[in-house]
């Protein structure tokens, strides 16, 4: 029987009194004291609701706390960990870029440099945050792009005949400007020669999340209805604003733009038709089709493929011979739908892009209709206006985010840390490696190629040490050097950041695949792997609690981001991870037969996860895509098993505590280390979210919603059944068990 709520009430109060400075050494049986621990208990217990039965349900039992105390802000659309230590990160953003800030970095190899990188940071910032100067310009900037679109792409309602010159031209100058339409090139590894860079082609060009939603009445007629307000304040009368910062506007539309927003919605919804299934995009295999560019001409004839890349190449570069299409149907169908439309509402369509796209960077009254979609789509109010200073720090880490986050790993990223997950990851690679040769279902020779992969995967940690090298402050100005930011031209900023990104993704084509640089900026809270590189990162934003701490027990720390380095880790070998070899070239090196039982094995996950549910804001309950879904579920799965089965293993081969650090927490004396183990994997998933944005994430998201990466990985794991005890055909301990790594 669960304890009562009123102990573990005693409990935090426990946890929290006893703070001292901890002994040097403490053994298995010992209570830690310090300051550390008693926080890290107390969190634990605050987030329980411990009157739950944990072999009934798991994600109550660890998170029932957290779900009554905590509420979701009024302008998120879901609140969980992952949220909470990215705000708190956001804070430590905010500290470096605000105007009356003067942090120092603890090792400076270019003071002049250095200086030029803050205030390069503090221009980008206080631009953002200059919102009378942004509703001085009002509409102006947008209406500048759209006068380009209508001059490339002239069009009236009585045209019949699409201009190729005039639509290939138009398509390229977005793709200059960053900007996708339903065709959109791109740079990315070759998978079949993952040393060098490949031009590809894919699909896209859809203003809602995705082409379920066009089969949604209420969410199109929100749609439809904003994308007809955006043309009348863009292109129609506008708005008289004496003061810029009302967010309560009425918008009367002409007839015109009625009938525009009509057009463009429903040559969406054609779009959405002809898409090709989110889960087919995610194969690897299909998505890689290589084609000259005659053959792309074949497809879709009404697009001059050959200008485009033209265009938007660099100058002097060669045309490719061989460009991938990621989805040859999609392009040959797209050539019937642009026969079929009116050039004018081909026009209107990407005027709209321009406008969705841009209006995002004008004063608030402008940007009023596409919070009423946002909020159909997210569940937040149209009527709340998040701080404007969280705006800004997004847009800093987004668009400077190593600058700052040099600054940022020199606040935060400090003592061991790097090398106490360093060594996490080996121990977690060795027990990996002893597990290949006794899963019965994989034969000799598939075995010894996975063998080669696991030693073969490079781990990144903390930061990126190659273009740029956050560590150089010299190095990260050099990089961004030809992103110029203006402190009064935020707009500006936003345009010439889009144009300088998609230069530099061009300019890459000719250069080897740089296998050192990490993707994601040191304050993100998250991880990845890459299949083409063979590698796993995890940026210092993640490096904290609930996650990690150097000074936790190591059941807490191996529980958080030791599953989370097993979940990434495993990628390398789920359903399309494991297309890749030891050096990241996709190349089957499966035999048939282990394919056939890996494929078995799968479906296990399809079914158990595609008969999870979540409830929308109409009270019906959606299944969960197993399908789509599978990569992740997978990869918690075996993160969950592996890193139980590295702790365990360190944790019984030291009982007295003496080489590594199991010691006990305050107040959670009653619970055992591979309790706290389970209950420490499941808190970073602790979270509540809004039924509009848990349907978004159910048909976009490869992930499962929260709760079903808690419960789903602990139905399927023998250890947490034995740690707590549950009876068999329990609601965590079902009979059928779903395994594959």
């Not at 217990?45 to 944990?54: A, E, F």
């Not at 470096?96 to 910032?125: T, W």
């Not at 990126?464 to 010299?474: E, F, I, R, Y």
């Not at 904290?544 to 097993?566: C, K, R, T």
């Amino acid at each position: 029987m669960a304890p009562s709520k009123m102990y573990w009430l005693m409990a935090i109060g426990m946890a929290l009194q006893v703070v001292h400075a901890a002994p040097s050494t403490l053994g298995n049986n010992d209570v830690c004291t310090s300051s550390q621990c008693a926080q890290t208990a107390a969190s634990i217990i605050r987030d329980m609701n411990p009157t739950v039965d944990p072999c009934e349900d798991f994600s109550a039992y660890t998170c029932g706390g957290f779900w009554e105390r905590e509420e979701i802000p009024a302008d998120k659309e879901s609140i969980g960990y992952f949220r909470i230590v990215a705000d708190q990160n956001n804070h430590v953003i905010r500290s470096i870029v605000s105007p009356e800030s003067d942090p120092q970095l603890e090792v400076i190899d270019d003071k002049i440099a250095a200086g030029r990188n803050l205030q390069k940071l503090k221009d980008l910032y206080a631009s953002c945050m200059d919102e009378e100067q942004i509703a001085k310009v009002g509409r102006q900037p947008v209406v500048d792009q759209l006068k380009t679109i209508l001059d490339l792409f002239p069009a009236t309602a009585t045209d019949t005949t699409l201009d190729r010159m005039a639509l290939s031209t138009t398509l390229a100058h977005l793709n200059r400007i960053g900007l996708d339409s339903f065709s959109s090139f791109g740079v990315s590894t070759d998978v079949k020669d993952p040393t060098r860079h490949l031009m590809d082609l894919s699909e896209g060009g859809l203003g809602l999340p995705s082409k379920e939603y066009y089969l949604d009445e209420r969410i199109t007629t929100v749609y439809q209805t904003t994308v007809a307000r955006m043309f009348e304040l863009m292109q129609g009368k506008g708005l008289e604003i004496n003061n810029g910062t009302s967010t309560k506007i009425e918008v009367v539309v002409s007839s015109e733009w009625e009938e525009a927003a009509k057009g463009v919605v429903a040559f969406e919804k054609l779009l959405a038709g002809i898409a090709t299934d989110r889960t087919e995009r995610r194969d690897p295999e299909k998505s890689y089709n290589p084609r000259t560019l005659d053959q792309i001409r074949a497809m879709t004839p009404s697009i001059d493929w050959r200008l485009i890349v033209q265009i938007i190449l660099p100058e002097k570069a060669d045309i490719p011979d061989i460009i991938v299409v990621n989805s040859p149907g999609f392009q040959e169908r797209l050539e019937g739908l642009l026969q079929k439309t009116s050039p004018k509402t081909i026009q209107n369509y990407i005027s709209w892009i321009v406008i969705r796209e841009f209006a995002g960077s004008l004063n608030l009254p402008y940007r009023q209709p596409l919070r009423a979609l946002n909020a159909a789509l997210s569940g937040v109010s149209a009527d709340v206006v998040p701080d404007r200073w969280k705006t800004c720090v997004a847009v800093v880490n987004s668009q400077l985010g190593d600058m700052a986050g040099q600054y940022f790993i020199s606040d935060l990223f400090k003592g061991n840390s790097r090398t106490q997950v360093r060594d996490m990851i080996e121990s977690l690679r060795e027990t990996y490696l002893k597990s290949f040769p006794n899963l019965n279902w994989l034969d000799d020779a598939t075995t010894k190629g996975a063998i080669k992969k696991m030693e073969a995967i490079v781990q990144l940690t903390g930061f990126s040490t190659n273009s740029p090298n956050v560590g150089s402050s010299k190095n990260v100005e050099v990089y961004y050097q030809d992103y110029k930011v203006d402190p009064k031209d935020y707009f500006g900023n936003q345009l010439r950041v889009n144009v300088w990104g998609a230069e530099k993704y061009f300019n890459e084509l000719d250069k080897p695949v740089n296998k050192k640089k990490m993707h994601m900026s040191p304050q993100t809270v998250n991880a990845y792997y890459s299949p083409t590189e063979n590698q796993i990162v995890f940026p210092a934003g993640i490096l904290q609690p609930p996650f990690f701490h150097v000074e936790n027990p190591e059941y807490i720390n191996w529980g958080g981001i030791g599953v989370v380095a097993g979940h990434e880790i495993t990628h390398g070998f789920d359903n399309k991870g494991h297309q890749f070899d030891a050096l990241g070239r996709l190349a089957n090196w499966w035999s048939n037969s282990t394919t056939e039982a890996f494929n078995k094995k799968a479906q296990c996950f399809i079914d158990q996860y595609g008969n999870f549910t979540v409830k929308g804001s109409d009270g019906k309950d959606y299944n969960v895509n197993g399908q789509l879904t599978l990569g992740e579920n997978i990869a918690d799965n075996g993160g969950l098993k592996q890193s139980f089965d590295t702790w365990r293993g360190r944790y019984n081969s030291d009982p007295a505590g003496r080489r590594y650090n199991n010691y006990q927490l305050p107040g959670l004396e009653g619970l055992t280390a591979e309790q706290l183990f389970f209950i420490s994997f499941a808190r970073p998933w602790c979270s509540k979210q809004r039924p509009e944005s848990a349907i978004r994430q159910m048909r976009t998201d490869p992930h499962s919603p929260a709760k079903w990466r808690i419960n789903g990985a602990v139905q399927n794991s023998v250890g947490f059944a034995e740690a707590f005890k549950c009876k068999a055909k329990a609601p965590m301990n079902p009979d059928k068990k779903c395994d594959l790594w």
